[in-house]
C-alpha cells in the first residue's frame, strides 16, 4: 500500500510539474514535432518524392522518431532529475524516505513513463497526420514492446543520473547522448550483426512490424522478442548498478547535499 501512495504520489507531482509550467510543456512538444517535420521534409526530398509516394521510408522514420522521443524522456528522467535535485536541495530529502532512495527513484521512472506515454501518443498522432500515414495501434501488442524497448534507455539515464550525482554538471554528456541514441535507432543491423546488442535498435524493429507491417505481439519471432527482454534487463540492470555505485561514492564523499 505504502508503494502504491508512493507511485500515486510520483504520478501527481509530475502532472502538478507539466501543468503548472504548461508553456514549457508545449514548447517541448511543439519542438519534438518540429524537429520530426523537418526530418520529415529532408527525407521527402531526398527520396524526391511527395509524403504519398515515400512509403515505408517515411512510416519508418515515424516509428523511430516516436523510439527516440520516448527514449529522450526515459533517460531525462534520471540524468536532468538529479541535476535539478542537487540544484533545488531537495536531493537530502529524498534519501529519508522510509521506502528508500531506490524505490522513490523505480517508482518516479513508472509515473514518468505513464505520463510520457500521454505525450508521445499526442506527438505520434501529430507525425501520422502530418504525413497522411496512420499506422497500425495495436496497444496490447505495443505496450509491452515499447516498455522493454525504453527498458534500456533507462538504464542509460540510472547510469548518467549516478554521474550526475558525483561530477554535477554532466549537461554536455546528455546532449551527445541524444544523437548517439538516434545511431542506435537508426542504424540498419545490416551494418553488423552486433547491431542488435545496442539499447533500443531490436525494439525499434519490432515496434515497426507491428506498427507498420500490422503484426500483432504473438506474431513476432519468439527468439527476437526473448532477445530483447534479456538485452533490456542487461542494460537496465547494468544501468541501477552503476548508479548505486555512483551513489555510494557521492555519499562517501559528502556531496549529496551541495551542487
Known amino acids: 500500500m505504502r508503494y502504491l501512495a508512493l507511485f500515486m504520489a510520483q504520478l501527481k507531482i509530475r502532472y502538478i510539474y507539466l501543468k503548472r509550467y504548461y508553456f514549457d510543456t508545449l514548447s517541448m512538444i511543439v519542438t519534438l514535432f518540429l524537429v520530426f517535420l523537418i526530418i520529415f521534409l529532408g527525407a521527402s526530398w531526398l527520396l524526391g518524392g511527395t509524403p504519398g509516394e515515400v512509403g515505408d521510408t517515411l512510416e519508418g522514420i515515424v516509428v523511430g522518431f516516436m523510439v527516440w522521443s520516448f527514449a529522450l524522456m526515459a533517460y531525462g528522467?534520471?540524468?536532468?532529475?538529479?541535476?535539478?535535485?542537487?540544484?533545488?536541495?531537495?536531493?537530502?530529502?529524498?534519501?529519508?524516505?522510509?521506502?528508500?532512495?531506490?524505490?522513490?527513484?523505480?517508482?518516479?521512472?513508472?509515473?514518468?513513463?505513464?505520463?510520457?506515454?500521454?505525450?508521445?501518443?499526442?506527438?505520434?498522432?501529430?507525425?501520422?497526420?502530418?504525413?497522411?500515414?496512420?499506422?497500425?495501434?495495436?496497444?496490447?501488442?505495443?505496450?509491452?514492446?515499447?516498455?522493454?524497448?525504453?527498458?534500456?534507455?533507462?538504464?542509460?539515464?540510472?547510469?548518467?543520473?549516478?554521474?550526475?550525482?558525483?561530477?554535477?554538471?554532466?549537461?554536455?554528456?546528455?546532449?551527445?547522448?541524444?544523437?548517439?541514441?538516434?545511431?542506435?535507432?537508426?542504424?540498419?543491423f545490416g551494418w553488423t550483426p552486433f547491431m542488435r546488442f545496442l539499447p533500443l535498435s531490436l525494439g525499434t524493429r519490432l515496434i515497426g512490424a507491428v506498427m507498420i507491417d500490422g503484426r500483432s505481439l504473438v506474431e513476432l519471432a519468439p527468439g527476437d522478442v526473448l532477445f530483447l527482454i534479456g538485452n533490456s534487463a542487461v542494460y537496465f540492470g547494468l544501468g541501477f548498478l552503476a548508479f548505486k555505485f555512483f551513489e555510494n561514492v557521492a555519499r562517501d564523499r559528502g556531496l549529496l547535499g551541495h551542487y
Open 77 to 188: 528522467t534520471l540524468s536532468w532529475g538529479m541535476i535539478e535535485e542537487a540544484q533545488q536541495g531537495t536531493l537530502e530529502q529524498l534519501y529519508m524516505s522510509p521506502l528508500g532512495f531506490g524505490w522513490v527513484t523505480i517508482l518516479r521512472v513508472a509515473a514518468h513513463f505513464v505520463i510520457n506515454v500521454l505525450i508521445v501518443v499526442v506527438i505520434l498522432f501529430l507525425m501520422m497526420a502530418t504525413t497522411g500515414r496512420w499506422l497500425n495501434l495495436d496497444i496490447l501488442s505495443l505496450i509491452p514492446l515499447v516498455l522493454l524497448t525504453v527498458a534500456g534507455a533507462y538504464g542509460i539515464g540510472f547510469f548518467m543520473g549516478g554521474l550526475a550525482l558525483v561530477f554535477k554538471r554532466v549537461q554536455s554528456a546528455l546532449q551527445i547522448l541524444q544523437f548517439v541514441l538516434v545511431i542506435f535507432i537508426a542504424a540498419p
